[in-house]
């Protein structure tokens, strides 16, 4: 899950004209994606060479879309890898999810909007996004903008200032993960 | 709360130059109903909540064809693409998620060599690794020996469940319900279910054996082989705890629409995504 392709795919589907960067020298444009494959410290391991570059887009108030372990990124650190430092663009921590359901959440699951003025989910009503994860984020201030439940409240979306983020996997999600894909890009 | 999901199933045969798909009856009838791409995308935005190729030639000829396939069907397909068929290696699993497979399917190699399973996820992930089980019922002889057998209850009559590999081709001894706890505990993410006896038939999904499989184990269930009408589907989500419904030829042939479906259960109180 968190393939690449097929955020790309769903990108040129949604109108846009992405490019795959493997450099930090291919990192250009209005906005970046960072997709999500893996865990935590290999994730912050291979976003390394990346994160001058992030922090230039962050400077000039780029808009970022994290996705999955994305969007775990932004944050400090992580309960999956302890002594990792994360990109800390954002105040709070990954956690484990605290349920009796089963981990990972693999499958379809509620999406209630929290925060209509999101950008993200402009025309857009609660529905089914496609989820794949056992961590999710415990931001310190108030910027959670949809939740989901698996037991236990989960949150699913975060946004703040031009950092976007969605737990779920939107490039996966249906038409209703394109529509806020195409949010995104019509920022 | 995860909702349960509809999934057609396209069984690809690569003679043709593009892949065309096909349906079987009970493993072995073939008739013909479209190119993959092109279906799959119908399916898609008709509301399939899952896509399922499944390469039925399964030889190393033909993998760059089913390659392309995936490749297509991934451009215009934004739902969980799960291909299967042929997959033997770590290699092959991960041509297939190059191309746009989000999870594989393995059946013949899990088997053959059980460690495919724990390999697979420790490469790609759990969620990435379907294992397919097409199991057999074995009513219960006199003759035979089945002290080793997880016996099932049946309104035919108590049997056991053989797994069956190759596309149904070999039978292996193996107890389809042992099996599946074993794939448990080796990392699988979900269980393709399929019922040798139900395939094609259009009776109805094997009940005794779905719901077994599920009470066994704590992993996401796809129920597949024997569905022709809604009816079938909305009975296997009401009498087991089954995650999800593949089907094909009710798809196929038009009999009814993902939609339509999806409208049938919702009156009658599945949990499903609009």
Not at chain 2, 149 to 158: A, F, L, Q, R, S
Not at chain 2, 215 to 236: D, K, M, R, Y
């Amino acid at each position: 899950m968190g393939n690449v392709r097929s955020v790309y795919n769903a990108l040129k589907y949604s109108g846009a004209k992405p490019v795959i960067a493997n450099y930090p020298s291919e990192v250009k444009g209005d906005k970046i994606i960072i997709p999500g494959v893996g865990a935590f410290g290999e994730g912050m391991k291979n976003l390394n060479p990346f994160i001058p570059k992030i922090r230039q887009f962050v400077a000039t108030n780029t808009p970022i879309l994290g996705i999955c372990l994305g969007l775990q990124m932004f944050f400090e650190e992580s309960e999956e890898a302890p002594k990792v430092e994360g990109l800390r663009l954002l105040k709070g921590k990954i956690i484990k999810i605290r349920t009796k359901l089963k981990l990972p959440q693999i499958g379809w699951n509620y999406l209630k909007i929290r925060k209509e003025n999101c950008p993200l989910f402009k025309d857009i009503d609660n529905g089914y996004v496609y989820f794949v994860h056992s961590y999710h984020a415990l931001p310190e201030e108030d910027i959670v903008v949809a939740t989901t439940d698996h037991g236990t409240e989960i949150n699913a979306s975060i946004w703040k200032n031009q950092l976007f983020g969605t737990q779920f996997h939107l490039e996966k999600s249906g038409r209703m993960g394109l529509q806020i894909l195409k949010n995104f890009v019509e920022l | 709360m995860l909702c349960r999901r509809i999934i057609p199933c396209l069984d690809c045969d690569l003679a043709f130059t593009e892949g065309r798909v096909v349906k079987g009856v009970e493993f072995k009838k073939i008739k013909y109903a479209g190119i993959p791409w092109e279906l799959a995308t119908k399916y898609y935005e008709d509301g399939a909540d899952e896509i399922v190729l499944l390469d039925i030639t399964a030889s190393q000829e033909k993998r760059e064809t089913m390659i392309h396939v995936i490749e297509k069907t991934s451009e215009n397909v934004f739902v969980p693409l799960t291909v299967g068929g042929g997959i033997r290696t770590i290699k092959d699993a991960r041509k297939a998620f190059n191309a746009g497979a989000d999870k594989v399917s393995i059946n013949t190699a899990g088997i053959e060599k059980p460690n495919t399973i724990n390999k697979i996820t420790k490469y790609f992930g759990s969620q990435a690794c379907v294992v397919a089980i097409d199991a057999k019922r074995r009513y219960i002889t006199e003759i035979e020996d089945t002290t080793d057998k997880i016996i099932v209850e049946t309104p035919e009559g108590p049997c056991w469940f053989e797994c069956s590999i190759y596309g149904g081709r070999k039978f292996t001894g193996i107890d389809a319900v042992r099996w599946a706890m074993e794939v448990e505990e080796r990392g699988a993410g979900e269980i393709l279910l399929t019922s040798m006896d139900r395939d094609g038939v259009k009776e109805g999904y094997d009940i005794p054996l779905t719901q077994t499989i599920n009470e066994i184990v704590n992993l996401p269930v796809i129920a597949s082989g024997g569905c022709g009408t809604q009816e079938h589907i909305l009975e296997i989500f009401q009498k087991t705890k089954t995650s999800a419904a593949l089907a094909a030829s009710i798809f196929h042939y038009e009999t009814y629409s993902i939609k339509e479906i999806k409208e049938y259960l919702r009156k009658r109180g599945i949990a499903l995504r609009s």
